[in-house]
Antibody
């Protein structure tokens, strides 16, 4: 069974940093693109970044480019999202999602990030 | 803000058919496949349709999709109470080099 488990969310002050992790199991992690998608409270889905199988290709939405960094450790079957210079508008549930036939063939349960003083 | 536009709401009585539109442009829907997601409030999204009209294993054939030009649509036939959820379309955008989601449509079963 495919499982994606996010961790690392929490309350952080504006300008602060957090690192999210997504531990994968039940499939060959190194064979898939991985994504991060977020959802602000009461709002829709926003794709924010993805990374290819060996980490050589990364794409970001404009609003996080230069502040967020996606990475992966295939030996640990884990992907990460390093978030720096956090702003109030980054407050959201952050979902880890796996590629495959499409973005989000499988999703984690999400981790809440709250940016507030 | 999203570059894919959906109606904010749709509704129907049990057994009826509901349709949701998704309007984009040549850089996203016009040149790439469309995927659809279902999100029951308080839970993670779920892939509902991929490659415009393909259903992942376990998705009932009541759900169908189509694409024409720069627009796509999702149809739910034989509405059931468990279909109450938010639905999102998505596609890759060649100009922005990002995946873009639609604005989302809340489906209510009356």
């Amino acid at each position: 069974e495919v499982q994606l488990v996010e961790s690392g969310g929490g309350l952080v002050q504006p300008g602060g940093s957090l690192r999210l992790s997504c531990a994968a199991s039940g499939f060959t992690f190194s064979s898939y693109w991985m994504h991060w998608v977020r959802q602000a409270p009461g709002k829709g889905l926003e794709w924010i970044a993805n990374i290819n199988q060996d980490g050589s290709q990364k794409y970001y939405v404009a609003s996080v480019k230069g502040r967020f960094t996606i990475s992966r450790d295939n030996a640990k079957s884990t992907q990460y999202l390093q978030m720096n210079s956090l702003r109030g508008e980054d407050t959201a549930i952050y979902y880890c999602a796996r590629g495959g036939v499409a973005l989000g063939e499988h999703w984690g349960q999400g981790t809440l990030v709250t940016v507030s003083s | 803000q999203s570059v894919l536009t959906q109606p904010p709401s749709a509704s129907g009585t049990p057994g009826q058919r509901a349709t949701i539109s998704c309007s984009g442009s040549s850089s996203n829907i016009g040149g790439n496949v469309v995927n659809w997601y279902q999100q029951v409030p308080g839970t993670a999204p779920k892939l509902l349709l991929y490659n415009n009209n393909q259903r992942p294993s376990g998705v009932p054939d009541r759900f169908s999709g189509s694409k024409s030009g720069t627009s796509a649509s999702l149809a739910i036939s034989g509405l059931q109470s468990e279909d109450e959820a938010d639905y999102y379309c998505a596609a890759w955008d060649d100009s922005l080099n990002v995946h873009v989601f639609g604005t989302g449509t809340k489906v209510t079963v009356l």
